[in-house]
T-cell receptor, first 112, second 115 residues
Framework: GENVEQHPSTLSVQEGDSAVIKCTYSDSASNYFPWYKQELGKGPQLIIDIRSNVGEKKDQRIAVTLNKTAKHFSLHITETQPEDSAVYFCAAGGGGSYIPTFGRGTSLIVHP | AAGVIQSPRHLIKEKRETATLKCYPIPRHDTVYWYQQGPGQDPQFLISFYEKMQSDKGSIPDRFSAQQFSDYHSELNMSSLELGDSALYFC??????????????FGEGSRLTVL
């Protein structure tokens, strides 16, 4: 089955800095890579996703890159704000399974 | 836009009791997933249903069962509750015919506390 590794587990930045979270996956058949943001006491919310036919996708301050050869993908947040503080999960899916496998999560703390 | 609705949001039970969680998917979504999330953990997949039939099975204990009804809502039944069952339980839904890779939309979760 799929195995997703996510790093770092905790990331602390100053407001306005950039934050990068990296994930690797094991199943080369995976072709869908969503990122979820989970605030305390709430459900994970899809913030951006990328499919294997593109290498990069951007949505305002958030971007995701995918390297299929190396089997890794990353989330980039620019100009971080305190409200970006949350736990971020990457996931990998497709490849015959409808169940995306989650990474262990990254706790992002943005200091004002 | 309508989201995934879960009830109850909070539930407190004693050991060995039974609990039932409900999930109402986004309209026109045909697939429902159940996840369990312990403190500081990533969501663990329990079970999913597509068109009212069990689709995939994850780490769901034998003490738990679930089903999806004709209106596509789903219920997770948990019996003989143990302290370790205390967790956040999330339901997610997707439209499998629209995407083939499991683009999931999560509800706000039900927090179960077993005393």
């Amino acid at each position: 089955g799929e195995n997703v590794e996510q790093h770092p587990s905790t990331l602390s930045v100053q407001e306005g800095d950039s934050a990068v979270i990296k994930c690797t996956y094991s199943d080369s058949a995976s072709n869908y890579f969503p990122w979820y943001k989970q605030e305390l006491g709430k459900g994970p919310q899809l913030i951006i996703d990328i499919r294997s036919n593109v290498g990069e996708k951007k949505d305002q301050r958030i971007a995701v890159t995918l390297n299929k050869t190396a089997k890794h993908f990353s989330l980039h947040i620019t100009e971080t704000q305190p409200e970006d503080s949350a736990v971020y999960f990457c996931a990998a899916g497709g490849g015959g399974s409808y169940i995306p496998t989650f990474g262990r999560g990254t706790s992002l703390i943005v200091h004002p | 836009a309508a989201g995934v609705i879960q009830s109850p949001r909070h539930l407190i039970k004693e050991k060995r009791e039974t609990a039932t969680l409900k999930c109402y998917p986004i309209p026109r979504h045909d697939t429902v997933y159940w996840y369990q999330q312990g403190p500081g953990q990533d969501p663990q997949f329990l079970i999913s249903f597509y068109e009212k039939m069990q689709s995939d099975k994850g780490s769901i204990p034998d003490r738990f069962s679930a089903q999806q009804f004709s209106d596509y809502h789903s219920e997770l039944n948990m019996s003989s509750l143990e302290l370790g069952d205390s967790a956040l339980y999330f339901c997610a839904s997707s439209a499998r015919l629209a995407v083939n890779t499991g683009e999931l939309f999560f509800g706000e979760g039900s927090r179960l506390t077993v005393l």
